[in-house]
């Protein structure tokens, strides 16, 4: 069945680095890719998103890149502040349709 | 504008007994999902309703777990009876198209422990 891979499971940074999430897809006619972000006891809140007619996406510290290729997609966040600190799951579509399957999740810590 | 609202946010219950969560979708949206998180199985989709029908529902682990959405405003998953293995952190989300690739919006979750 389809499936997502996210890595690393856990991730501490220096306030001010770069942290980099990455996830691999099993379902080559996955084409939605959302990021979420999830803080200790709330729900997860898409923070980006990207589709597969397009390779990069940028909104302010956060980016997200997609090779359709190799079946990779990567969150980065750049100057990274201690409010990033949360868990990170990243999603695919089965194929075109709303269905997401999700990572297991990268727990982020940014040590001031 | 309040986002998807569920309640309670906390449920301690014992084996055998009935659990009802419940949950009202941002007014306006079409789709509902109903998610289950665990540590072992991460986040799953249980159950996914378009304009209050039910068209999804692969993900329902058995016959003890049923979700109804009588009307836009609210909806229900019930675990009856309940088993230890139920414990989890029950989420729902909605979604403003039904059948499409919108933002789902989470709700806060409800925490189940079954003792």
């Known amino acids: 069945g389809e499936n997502v891979e996210q890595h690393p499971s856990t991730l501490s940074v220096q306030e001010g680095d770069s942290a980099v999430i990455k996830c691999t897809y099993s379902d080559s006619a996955s084409n939605y890719f959302p990021w979420y972000k999830q803080e200790l006891g709330k729900g997860p809140q898409l923070i980006i998103d990207i589709r597969s007619n397009v390779g990069e996406k940028k909104d302010q510290r956060i980016a997200v890149t997609l090779n359709k290729t190799a079946k990779h997609f990567s969150l980065h966040i750049t100057e990274t502040q201690p409010e990033d600190s949360a868990v990170y799951f990243c999603a695919a579509s089965i194929g075109s349709s709303y269905k997401l399957i999700f990572g297991s999740g990268t727990r982020l810590l940014v040590r001031p | 504008d309040a986002g998807v609202i569920q309640s309670p946010r906390h449920e301690v219950t014992e084996m055998g007994q009935e659990v009802t969560l419940r949950c009202k979708p941002i007014s306006g949206h079409n789709s509902l999902f109903w998610y289950r998180q665990t540590m072992m199985r991460g986040l799953e989709l249980l159950i996914y309703?378009?304009?209050?029908?039910?068209?999804?529902d692969s993900g329902m682990p058995e016959d003890r777990f049923s979700a109804k959405m009588p009307n836009a405003s609210f909806s229900t998953l019930k675990i009856q009876p309940s088993e230890p293995r139920d414990s989890a952190v029950y989420f729902c989300?909605?979604?403003?198209?039904?059948?499409?690739?919108?933002?789902?919006?989470f709700g806060p979750g409800t925490r189940l422990l079954v003792l």
């Open positions: 309703f378009n304009n209050n029908v039910p068209i999804d």
């Open positions: 989300a909605s979604s403003r198209e039904p059948d499409s690739q919108e933002t789902q919006y």
